[in-house]
């Protein structure tokens, strides 16, 4: 960010002698509180009696400038965060937040040479702990099957597996990334960006357990728990039924003992 006053004053002859070094900006990831030293190493060319002026930019803020031959150095900003190298010209910055993010650029202004220095920085948080439950798991003779689901903050992925494969899943974020995978009868569930990962890992043989031929071959507990219940509840309704059955023909058993037959007096009388 060449200033207009000092393009006011180059020479118009010596203007073609300008040298612009920017390419792409160089990707920096740092996580949140930490620092970073952004450095660059074309001022290995150049002599240092030669250095006119080293600037450090943010965006279009002026961070801080540096006159080597009179030794002046002026901080702009990050007054407390910031320490400049008069030897490397590299910039630190301490104490990361995440509105630091974004482009910073350095400016070399050298007699006829001017070298400039771009990087973009992303501060991050380091990322949550995934989680790895059992959402399905059956287990049989010959075979074992397991569905699970690997969680990270907005982010998941749901997989089967049996003894030997599982299916290995990967889906991304604007700032992370999750993968599944399976290796060495081992689940990993991984949960990472680039300045931090966290893993939540499971035994598949552990779900899958075999011991010779006394293969387990009861019920997952939640659904024999619901047989038991239901078989009870199927138990008391039947005996609960016979046993009114039973009192209704009781009753009328005693009723028709108890009814008196028309007597003959009666008969004739309503002739």
Same mark, same amino acid.
């Given at each position: 960010?060449?200033?207009?006053?000092?393009?006011?004053?180059?020479?118009?002859?010596?203007?073609?002698?300008?040298l612009?070094?920017?390419?792409?900006?160089?990707?920096?990831? &740092?996580?949140?509180?930490?620092?970073?030293?952004?450095?660059?190493?074309?001022?290995?060319?150049?002599?240092?009696?030669?250095?006119?002026?080293?600037?450090?930019? *943010?965006?279009?803020?002026?961070?801080?400038?540096?006159?080597?031959? &009179?030794?002046?150095?002026?901080?702009?900003?990050? !007054?407390? &965060?910031?320490? *400049?190298?008069?030897?490397?010209?590299?910039?630190?910055?301490?104490? =990361?937040?995440?509105?630091?993010?974004?482009l910073?650029?350095?400016?070399?202004?050298a007699?006829?040479?001017?070298?400039?220095?771009?990087?973009?920085?992303?501060?991050?948080?380091?990322?949550?702990?995934?989680?790895?439950?059992?959402?399905?798991?059956?287990?049989?003779?010959?075979?074992?099957?397991?569905?699970?689901?690997?969680?990270?903050?907005?982010?998941s992925?749901?997989?089967?597996?049996?003894?030997?494969?599982?299916?290995p899943?990967?889906?991304?974020? %604007?700032?992370?990334? =999750?993968?599944?995978?399976?290796?060495?009868d081992?689940?990993?569930?991984?949960?990472?960006?680039p300045?931090?990962?966290?893993?939540? %890992?499971?035994?598949?043989?552990?779900?899958?357990?075999?011991?010779?031929q006394? !293969?387990? =071959?009861? =019920?997952?507990?939640?659904?024999?728990?619901?047989?038991?219940?239901?078989?009870?509840?199927?138990?008391? %309704?039947?005996c609960?039924?016979?046993l009114?059955?039973?009192?209704?023909?009781l009753?009328?058993?005693?009723?028709?003992? *108890?009814?008196?037959?028309?007597s003959?007096?009666?008969?004739?009388?309503?002739?």
């Amino acid at each position: 960010m060449l200033s207009v006053d000092l393009v006011c004053l180059l020479s118009p002859l010596l203007l073609p002698f300008l040298l612009a070094t920017a390419g792409s900006p160089v990707s920096v990831f &740092r996580p949140t509180g930490g620092s970073v030293t952004l450095e660059f190493q074309g001022h290995l060319q150049l002599e240092k009696e030669d250095v006119d002026l080293i600037q450090w930019y *943010f965006g279009q803020e002026k961070i801080m400038k540096y006159a080597p031959l &009179r030794d002046s150095n002026t901080i702009f900003t990050y !007054q407390d &965060r910031v320490e *400049f190298n008069k030897e490397t010209f590299s910039l630190e910055l301490k104490n =990361l937040q995440k509105n630091d993010s974004g482009l910073y650029s350095r400016e070399i202004i050298a007699r006829e040479t001017y070298v400039v220095a771009e990087y973009r920085l992303s501060v991050l948080d380091p990322v949550e702990s995934p989680v790895l439950p059992v959402v399905y798991n059956w287990t049989s003779c010959d075979s074992c099957n397991v569905t699970v689901t690997c969680k990270g903050r907005d982010l998941s992925l749901t997989s089967t597996c049996d003894c030997s494969t599982c299916c290995p899943e990967e889906e991304h974020s %604007t700032d992370s990334t =999750l993968t599944l995978s399976f290796e060495a009868d081992v689940i990993t569930c991984n949960h990472s960006n680039p300045v931090s990962w966290q893993i939540a %890992t499971m035994d598949i043989k552990a779900l899958c357990s075999r011991t010779g031929q006394n !293969q387990d =071959l009861s =019920l997952p507990g939640p659904v024999s728990s619901w047989i038991r219940i239901a078989g009870g509840a199927l138990i008391v %309704t039947l005996c609960s039924a016979a046993l009114y059955w039973w009192v209704k023909r009781l009753e009328r058993g005693v009723t028709e003992q *108890f009814v008196p037959a028309d007597s003959p007096s009666t008969a004739d009388t309503n002739v």
